[in-house]
């Protein structure tokens, strides 16, 4: 296709496709056309000369990944395949291993893995990198190729090589695939204490929260001492549930607001009144895998002082994406704003850090295992107030509460420290105090 055919029929395509551009079209100057025939020029000289034939459509879509990946690490351009696929994680199930992966440098880097899927009951962890599967390197290819190998028919088994930062020598797990059901929400009754498990903020979150509310409830046929609302690891989701649930818990105020780039563009979103909750104590858990969703909810109960956030600190995701479609089967998610807490707190980069810090001492690795947080990340976006956490999560000194090895918590049948120290601090808080009576004054 000679070249001006090629520049109108993209210009016809960028038009079509959104509207709304036509005044920013009429903008560009004649740098930007310029550079714009630099891009074909090389798109040219690609088709015609490379030592393999290549596809028009893989070119274009190397080239719009490009774009959107010098942007920040969380701006892509999702085709047909990642289109099905972001459905899949959203709304249905498939048979896997249940992780969620990234691609670092060519190697595919685990973000968390999920809840009660075999990842997680081998003991994967965020931060782990997948270097074989069944023995064969997968570093330098795609993350759809990885993808695709550890996904597969239940009940087929698979091989994975780990390297974990903090160890020595890699380790081989071998798992055995399962249906993956994405249940955003679990409850269960300890000690008179409701834990709600909030793994993901689906389309159906907030509403299994209050189902969840419902169901504690009906097992204790009373209420209960507390609740202790479970974020670990959970790396987020849609924006409307996030404030749906902060909602269920908090009886006025604001939520949290998005900012975009001009400084009148402020979004705010508000609870309504009626703490499902009734007051009762809350203990909220996040650690470094809590991510944006998940983070919005813990700093709106920890900013309007409803409850107590305890954990490790937050992966510090401050930034919205929105889904714009493009066509019935693509769409662009991109960076449209930063979010900020209801005190005007930005997590981005530095996350929410808990009320306490209590440390996952049930987990052998946990003093050796780097932290994966959004600051890691190349190209993430910067936090104009910069706080340096790092003093903050220095061991210098042991706390003698957090004394105990893995080992020994395992024998005394705690295998989930924070949890435990969550459900004994709400127990505490319902315990009666007992007031030593004054000594009398002797007589003299």
């Known amino acids: 296709m000679p070249k001006p055919m090629i520049r109108a029929a993209l210009a016809l395509s960028a038009v079509a496709l959104v509207p709304a551009t036509t005044a920013s079209m009429a903008a560009v100057d004649a740098t930007t056309w310029r550079e714009l025939d630099q891009f074909l020029a090389v798109f040219e000289r690609v088709r015609a000369d490379y030592v393999e034939k290549v596809d028009d459509e893989a070119l274009i879509k190397g080239a719009i990944d490009g774009m959107l990946s010098s942007l920040d690490p969380h701006s892509s351009y999702l085709d047909a395949r990642d289109f099905e696929n972001m459905r899949t994680q959203t709304d249905g199930a498939y048979g896997g291993l249940g992780l969620t992966v990234s691609m670092e440098d060519g190697a595919v880097k685990v973000i968390t893995p999920t809840e009660d899927t075999p990842a997680y009951k081998a003991g994967i962890k965020a931060g782990d990198y997948i270097t074989h599967l069944d023995g064969t390197l997968i570093y330098g290819g795609t993350l759809d190729e990885a993808v695709d190998q550890m996904r597969g028919k239940p009940g087929t088994s698979i091989k994975l090589t780990i390297v974990r930062p903090g160890r020595d020598k890699p380790f081989d797990v071998t798992l055995t695939r399962e249906i993956i059901e994405l249940k955003p929400v679990k409850w269960e009754v300890k000690n008179k204490v409701g834990i709600i498990n909030i793994n993901s903020f689906s389309r159906t979150t907030a509403e299994s929260v209050r189902a969840a509310i419902v169901g504690v409830e009906k097992s204790l046929g009373a209420k209960p001492l507390g609740y202790v609302i479970d974020l670990r690891s959970n790396p987020g989701g849609l924006l409307d549930q996030a404030v749906e649930v902060s909602d269920v818990f908090l009886e006025r105020g604001e939520v949290v607001s998005q900012r975009g780039r001009q ?129 903050l999560e220095e061991d210098a000194k042991d706390d003698p509460r957090f004394k105990m090895t893995a080992e020994e918590l395992k024998k005394k049948g705690v295998e989930d420290f924070q949890l435990t120290y969550a459900i004994d601090s709400i127990t505490r808080l319902n315990k009666p105090l007992t007031v030593a009576a004054a000594r009398p004054t002797p007589k003299r």
Request: charged share 25%; glycine share 10%.
């Open 263 to 391: 400084k009148g563009d402020i979004e705010r979103f508000y609870a309504r009144p009626g703490d499902m909750a009734k007051g009762l104590p809350i203990v909220v858990l996040v650690d470094s895998g809590s991510a944006s969703a998940a983070e919005i909810v813990a700093g709106a109960i920890q900013d309007h002082h409803r409850g107590v956030v305890m954990g490790e600190r937050s992966f510090g995701k401050g930034s919205v994406q929105t889904l714009l479609p493009l066509t019935d089967t693509t769409a662009l998610r991109l960076t449209t704003a930063r979010y900020y807490t209801p005190s005007g707190r930005s997590v981005q980069e530095g996350g929410i850090e808990p009320d306490i810090q209590v440390p996952q001492l049930s987990d052998p690795d946990y003093k050796t295992r780097p932290r994966f947080r959004e600051a890691d990340l190349k190209r993430h976006l910067i936090n104009e107030a910069k706080v340096d956490n790092s003093v």
